[in-house]
């Protein structure tokens, strides 16, 4: 297996990634033996890869890592870079490469102090790969000085150091940093694709697999946890009910609630899972004693810790809100699909008892202004609204229609 088969429908992608793994193996094979560099090359200083939620951006770019560092003992024969099985493959793909330093947003920006470091480590020399990584997974989100400090490390990068950002689109980077990258864009895989990759790499049944990759529409990992994940299934019934309940506008409140607090209850968990772990490592790497009092000048530490964690809540709320607001678009789609009469394939057939319902009951252009306040409940929440502030608006507007 190699690292391109976790890209699901992106073999334009995967083709292009490829012939640059081999001539970035070329220019180092050739540095490393002394030898005169090739003159033409496929392989660049800075990558951005672009595309739709679900599409694989971050997947695309850590194997795109992981072949760059491949050592692989084939490659001397003729083999390609990005082996999947040698220990440079394994740990790029898995996050602990030395070598591969990967930044994500724990709030709503990346902040510059959260920069620093990765910055000055893009100028020194691989510590024992054989190029140096930067990968950052949230690109859209550097704010004006993150963005700033990136671009600096873009224009003059070190010989041996590759940047890889990801973003939804080019937009969502700044100019000056975009026109220094080469682009990919990622597309959706098709729904076919998906439930064949969860058919054969998670052991899916094909009902199953074919029914959650149309749910998610091609979105790959929501696709694997509505399949593996019993508690997901769960939450995306509540949420597609919940048309069905806006009758009153006490009742609009109470599903506003409800849906605030299933994400507040996601983010709950995974901090439960990794607050206590990380604020334990930290107070161990400070010289704390086991439940004992940490070291003077020590405090201002735990408190970056603590603020960082409390940005990654609010942020894991946002984003399981975000799901819930997703699944409810493609419900009524599917209801504006059976009101326009298409031959369009629906996304909730599981759920087409309700949709036929609220067809029925409404026209094109109420279902087209409910989808319209879900799309203003998103950019609200973008904002920073309070999520339950914002969540009542769009069920009041669900219900008015």
């Known amino acids: 297996m190699t690292v391109w088969d976790d890209l699901v429908g992106q073999e334009k992608v995967s083709a292009v990634l490829d012939a640059a793994a081999r001539d970035a193996d070329a220019l180092v094979t050739a540095a490393a033996a002394d030898e005169p560099l090739p003159t033409a ?14 599409a694989g951006r971050n ?9 760059l560092q491949c050592v692989s003992p084939d490659r001397a024969l003729g083999g390609a870079p990005g082996c999947g099985f040698c220990d440079g493959c394994h740990t790029a793909l898995l996050g602990t ?3 591969v330093n990967t930044i994500a947003a724990v709030g709503a920006e990346i902040l510059v102090k959260d920069m620093r470091d990765t910055v000055r480590k893009s100028f020194t020399a691989p510590a024992n790969g054989r190029w140096q990584i930067i990968l950052v997974e949230d690109a859209e989100r550097l704010n004006e000085k993150s963005a700033n400090a990136v671009l600096k490390a873009v224009e003059e990068p070190a010989p041996r150091t590759v940047w890889l950002l990801c973003a939804p689109s080019v937009e969502d980077v700044l100019p000056t940093i975009r026109s220094r990258c080469r682009h990919l864009t990622l597309r ?18 094909p009902e199953v697999a074919m029914s959650v990759a149309r749910a998610t529409q091609g979105h790959v990992d929501r696709a694997r946890r509505l399949a593996t994940d019993p508690a997901a299934r769960e939450r995306r ?7 069905l309940r806006l009758d009153e506008v006490g009742a609009c409140l109470k599903a506003a609630q409800e849906l605030v607090d299933a994400a507040a209850e996601d983010a709950k968990q995974l901090a439960e899972e990794m607050d206590g772990k990380e604020t334990e490592e930290l107070k161990a790497a400070l010289g704390a004693a086991q439940g004992g009092r940490l070291p003077r000048g020590t405090a201002g530490v735990m408190k970056d810790l603590e603020d ?6 609010t942020r894991t709320q946002r984003d399981s809100l975000d799901v819930a607001l997703g699944d409810l678009t493609a419900f009524y789609r599917d209801v504006l699909a059976l009101q326009l009469g298409t031959r369009v394939a629906l996304a909730n057939a599981d759920a087409e008892d309700a949709l036929t319902r609220l067809a029925r009951a409404g026209t094109p252009e109420s279902t087209l202004r409910r989808i319209e306040a879900i799309a203003a409940c998103r950019e609200a929440l973008d904002r920073n609204v309070a999520p339950l502030l914002a969540v009542e608006a769009m069920t009041m507007a669900l219900r008015a229609g």
């Open 237 to 243: 019934a509540a949420v597609l009910k919940l048309p």
């Open 308 to 313: 960082m964690q409390k940005r990654r809540r």
């Open 59 to 67: 997947q695309a770019a850590r194997a795109f890592a992981a072949a």
């Open 41 to 54: 090359s496929k392989m660049t200083h800075a990558w951005l890869f672009t595309g739709p939620p679900g």
């Open 188 to 205: 959706t895989p098709s729904v076919e694709s998906v439930a064949d990759m969860l058919i054969r790499r998670d052991g899916i049944e």
């Open 97 to 99: 490469h030395a070598d």
